[in-house]
């Protein structure tokens, strides 16, 4: 079965510091990893994604995330947080295998970027 | 339109009606996913259509919840005689990808409140 476990239910960074946002997952074969944040009122908007190839992939916003199979992580990092970076994230993994078509989701990690 | 639409953006409902969601998704798509998603939690799986057929409902909590998307295109959720369990954020989310690569982009959702 499918799982995502993002450990940290609140992250606070100081505004300019980097910022890690952890998460770790479970899935049988290959798996598809996302980034999604949420702000108030809003839906889920994607960051960014693994599917192949380089561990380190970048997406919006400055973030980016590196894929370390051993450890079964995808972690979300940010080399200088802002204080609009400040929303909640969904980490989401979808087995590569055909038949397969759920994202499970992570139960999300607040961030809190201080001024 | 240029994102997943979904209507109405807030529902209240008296417990014991019926309800039912509507899902524009983007242009397109062939996939087409619903989400539910409570209080301080992570989106939870409830079914997922590709084009017109419902490939996967294991995620519906019971029979009053039913989905269809009978043209490949708009989707609709409906939840027979609510309970105020049901109260949630009702999410869709549509995919240009059968294989789930390319991502789920979400829609805002739809508030409801089961009194």
């Known amino acids: 079965a499918q799982s995502v476990a993002q450990p940290e239910d609140q992250v606070n960074v100081a505004e300019g510091n980097p910022l890690t946002v952890k998460c770790t997952y479970s899935?049988?074969?290959?798996?598809?990893l996302f980034w999604y944040v949420q702000y108030p009122n809003r839906g889920l908007q994607f960051l960014l994604k693994?599917?192949?190839?380089?561990?380190l992939v970048k997406g919006s916003y400055g973030f980016e995330a590196e894929f370390n199979k051993s450890q079964t992580s995808f972690h979300l990092k940010k080399p200088s947080a802002l204080v609009s970076d400040s929303a909640l994230y969904f980490c989401?993994?979808?087995?590569?295998?055909?038949?397969?078509?759920?994202?499970?989701f992570g139960t999300g990690t607040r961030l809190k970027v201080l001024a | 339109g240029a994102g997943v639409s979904q209507s109405p953006r807030y529902k209240v409902a008296k417990r014991g009606q019926d309800v039912a969601l509507r899902c524009d998704p983007i242009?397109?798509?062939?996939?087409l996913f619903w989400y539910q998603q409570a209080l301080g939690q992570g989106p939870e799986f409830l079914t997922y259509f590709q084009n017109e057929a419902q490939l996967d409902k294991s995620g519906l909590p019971s029979d009053r919840f039913f989905a269809e998307r009978p043209e490949g295109s708009v989707s609709t959720l409906k939840i027979q005689r609510t309970q105020q369990e049901d109260s949630a954020v009702y999410l869709c989310?549509?995919?240009?990808?059968?294989?789930?690569?390319?991502?789920?982009?979400f829609g805002a959702g739809t508030r409801l409140s089961v009194l």
């Open positions: 242009s397109g798509h062939v996939s």
């Open positions: 693994y599917i192949t190839g380089d561990n």
């Open positions: 989401a993994v979808r087995a590569a295998s055909s038949g397969t078509y759920k994202y499970i």
């Open positions: 989310a549509s995919s240009p990808s059968l294989a789930g690569a390319r991502g789920a982009y």
């Open positions: 899935v049988s074969g290959n798996p598809y």
